[in-house]
């Protein structure tokens, strides 16, 4: 007989995830431990507490899955004997410290999506499936055109082939810290320039609420997190989670010695800058 998952909390794996969006052409919203603190009002270390962030990750978090929005969590409610010994021990502390949110999931919704589709490489202890998670993951946009919304030193994609399969790329940059204090210029650029586009973000807390607010309007939205690191890590065969030079590195939390080289193809698919407050879309 299966084991009811702890607090009730029913979260697909990587595969099944990723074959529903795939099959719906699902917006997706990825929950893990920093959105769970925001909810709790603590700050985490890129964007601080807000009262109204938090109001728009609990109105999503408990929105059940449904073919137009994915809600994901991190796989973390049973067999955490697939992950490192490290990533075992963060998460046997985080799920009693945070039980009441886990308990109010467990009660609303019927099934989450798996937010380690964007982390499908470092965690794991088996490390032989990456291949085939990010091969499912790169059809998303596979000969597509694409609008990526990411943090000012996210530089996603810049130095590796992950995106070298999508049509087209442009970007949006936001904030590479507290991203919700421009939510509405972001909000309203990728209204601007999302139509026809897969809009993938990569901005954080701020990107759960976003999709949240978007995925009604007809557009695709997938916020697929910190995916540049975990592909950078699998392609060196990293075994820690080694400091990328040239761009934001995930879980290196303060942006430090970065040097950023030049990228003329990156600098080129850039059409709104609102990485600074009062900054505004390159062209009308």
């Known amino acids: 007989m299966a084991i009811e998952p702890l607090y009730g909390v029913t979260v697909k794996d990587v595969d099944q995830t990723l074959d529903y969006i795939l099959a719906h052409h699902s917006s997706v919203a990825r929950f893990g431990d920093g959105e769970i603190d925001l909810i709790a009002g603590r ?14 990750l609990k109105r ?15 796989d973390v409610f049973e067999r955490l004997e697939r992950y490192t010994p490290a990533a075992q021990a963060f998460w ?57 919304v990411e ?3 996210s530089r996603s994609g810049v130095g590796n082939d992950l995106f070298a399969n999508a049509k087209s790329v442009q970007r949006i940059l936001g904030p590479a810290h507290n991203a919700f204090a421009q939510y509405d210029a972001l909000k309203a650029a990728i209204e601007k320039f999302g139509p026809g586009k897969l809009v993938l973000l990569m901005l954080g807390p701020t990107a759960k609420a976003l999709v949240g607010e ?35 590195t995930a879980e290196h939390n303060f942006d ?26 390159h062209e009308d």
């Open 43 to 56: 700050d985490i270390p890129y964007q601080s507490y807000d009262p109204a962030l938090a109001e728009h």
């Open 151 to 153: 943090g000012q030193l």
């Open 92 to 148: 046997a502390q985080n799920r009693p410290a945070n039980a009441a949110i886990y308990q109010l999931m467990g009660a609303n919704v019927d099934w989450y999506g798996s937010t380690f589709i964007s982390r499908p490489y470092m965690d794991w202890q088996d490390k032989s499936l990456a291949q085939g998670y990010f091969t499912k993951l790169r059809q998303l946009w596979a000969d597509r055109d694409v609008l990526i």
């Open 256 to 281: 430090e010695d970065i040097t950023l080289t030049a990228a003329p193809e990156y600098e080129a698919q850039i059409i709104a800058d609102l990485s600074q407050e009062g900054t505004q879309a």
């Open 60 to 74: 999503v978090l408990y929105t059940p899955s449904r073919p137009e929005l994915v809600v994901c969590m991190s």
């Open 214 to 248: 978007l995925a009604a309007t007809g557009l695709q939205l997938v916020d697929i997190g910190h995916i540049d690191s975990e592909y950078e890590w699998f392609q060196m065969g990293a075994t820690s989670k080694v400091k990328l030079q040239h761009k934001h």
